[in-house]
């Protein structure tokens, strides 16, 4: 039975670890579209508006 609990302990030691991971891939990805996707989205809002007026 200690095999089990010890079996147990690492699945959420894993699980804890991926999720971790997963956190800090998603952050990445919206800081990086912060910096480009933001600054390139308010260049263009720019760009249409001058045309329009």
């Known amino acids: 039975?200690?095999?089990n609990g010890g079996g147990g302990g690492s699945t959420g030691v894993v699980a804890v670890v991926a999720i971790f991971v997963i956190i800090?891939?998603?952050l990445?990805?919206?800081?990086?579209g912060r910096l480009f996707g933001g600054g390139g989205t308010q260049k263009i809002d720019v760009n249409v508006q001058t045309p329009s007026k």
């Open 24 to 26: 800090v891939l998603v």
């Open 1 to 3: 039975m200690a095999e």
């Open 28 to 32: 990445l990805f919206v800081y990086r």
